[in-house]
Every structure is written in C-alpha cells, then in structure tokens.
C-alpha cells in the first residue's frame, strides 16, 4: 500500500483568530484523533496535493511536532465559493484497533457482454469497510470477465479477505452490462418481423381451407 509522508507544524493556539489568520498565510488546518491524544497541526497544500486530489486510497506518515504517526485522510472540507481547502481530519492506525473506510473498487478482466455491444456502467465506485490496520487494503476487485448483457454484480458478490468486513448493503448493484438502445431497437424489429411472418403463413392456410369448403358445399349442391 502508497503511503505518503506529509509534514505539518503544530498549532497550540486553537482560536478562531488564530485560524483565521493562519488560512489567510495559505496553511491548511488539520486535527488528527484516533490515538492517545488529539493532534491539532497545519500543514500548506504542496504537502496534500497527491493525497487529497486523487481517488486512490493512501496512508499518510504525519511529520508533526517532531514525531511521526501512521494515519489516513478521514475527511476534508472545501471552501463553499472557492473550492480552498478549509481543514482536514487525520485518523491515527492504531493496532488492533477497528476502523471504517472507503476504498476504491476495480473492475477485473473484460465482459462479454461489452464485447456484444453492451456498456458497462459502474455504479458505486467505493466500498466501504471495517477492519484493523493490519488487514487494510487500498483497493477491492470485482470480476467482470463472465458479465453479459443485462447482467449485474452486487455488493454481495465481492470476495474480501479474512479481517475485513463489508459495511454496504450486499444487495446494491455495483456494476451492470446494459443493452444500448439501438440494441434493443434490432431486436424488436427481429421479434416483430417473425411474427408477421407468422401471421401470413396463418393466413394462408386458413384462406386455403376456407376455398376448399367453398368448393366442397358447391360439388354437393350440383349433385342435388
């Protein structure tokens, strides 16, 4: 698993014009829990580029105060008109210790499905999990390589290892083959064309039976 080393300086005045005057320096306030203590640090934004824009999940080596903690980005909040980054919090691994997070899902091999004109759409791109620091993975994969069209694979379907635990509802589709449109229009027109052929051919034979009575009643009334 990426882990990334980021350095902050401790903030000892929590303040609100304290943080006021340190955003306005450019630092980045951050909180840091889930240990023996709270952290309260700052860090500026070349330090939490690579971790805050990307959608792997990575661990952190928090440089604060002289001491080094093994964490990761629990949430971020942005500024409502700018899109600055206002604050992040940090939660500390602890061993033994549970934790929730969300990590990303990757889709595995090729559909058939696709291959027959089909789209893949991915519809929940995180799953969220509990499990201890030793058993955190950075990532979980779903097989697509057996899906055709019409065909979903569910939160169920997910294979995890030993230690993790799924917190998502094992019944929501994470990723479905769907037929495109012009698809479906082929085979109706497929269905519809073989039922009309159905129908002529019924047509004929009945039109067929009808004359041959005719010709029957006609013959007998002769012989009167």
């Given at each position: 698993m990426k882990v990334l080393e980021v350095s902050g300086e401790i903030r000892s005045d929590l303040?609100?014009?304290?943080?006021?005057?340190?955003?306005?320096?450019?630092?980045?306030?951050?909180?840091?829990?889930?240990?023996?203590?709270?952290?309260?640090?700052?860090?500026?934004?070349?330090?939490?580029?690579?971790?805050?824009?990307?959608?792997?999940?990575?661990?952190?080596?928090?440089?604060?105060?002289?001491?080094?903690?093994?964490?990761?980005?629990?949430?971020?909040?942005?500024?409502?008109?700018?899109?600055?980054?206002?604050?992040?919090?940090?939660?500390?691994?602890?061993?033994?210790?549970?934790?929730?997070?969300?990590?990303?899902?990757v889709m595995d091999g090729i559909s058939p499905g696709v291959k027959e004109g089909g789209k893949l759409y991915a519809k929940v791109r995180y799953l969220k999990i509990k499990t201890t620091p030793e058993h955190l993975v950075d990532s979980v994969h779903v097989d697509i390589s057996e899906m055709m069209l019409g065909q979903s694979v569910r939160v169920r379907d997910i294979v995890v290892a030993d230690g993790i635990e799924v917190m998502n509802n094992p019944n929501i589709p994470v990723a479905s083959v769907e037929v495109p449109r012009l698809l479906k229009l082929e085979e109706e027109v497929e269905v519809d064309g073989e039922e009309g052929e159905e129908g002529e051919e019924g047509a004929e034979g009945e039109g067929g039976e009808a004359a041959a009575e005719s010709g029957d009643k006609a013959e007998g009334g002769d012989q009167g």
């Open positions: 303040g609100k014009k304290n943080a006021r005057a340190l955003r306005r320096e450019g630092k980045i306030l951050c909180e840091m829990y889930g240990g023996d203590e709270n952290v309260h640090f700052t860090v500026v934004i070349n330090e939490v580029k690579k971790l805050v824009y990307t959608s792997q999940f990575q661990l952190v080596d928090l440089n604060v105060g002289g001491k080094t903690y093994r964490a990761f980005m629990k949430e971020i909040q942005f500024h409502p008109v700018t899109d600055e980054i206002q604050h992040i919090d940090f939660q500390e691994l602890v061993e033994g210790r549970k934790i929730k997070v969300a990590v990303p899902i």
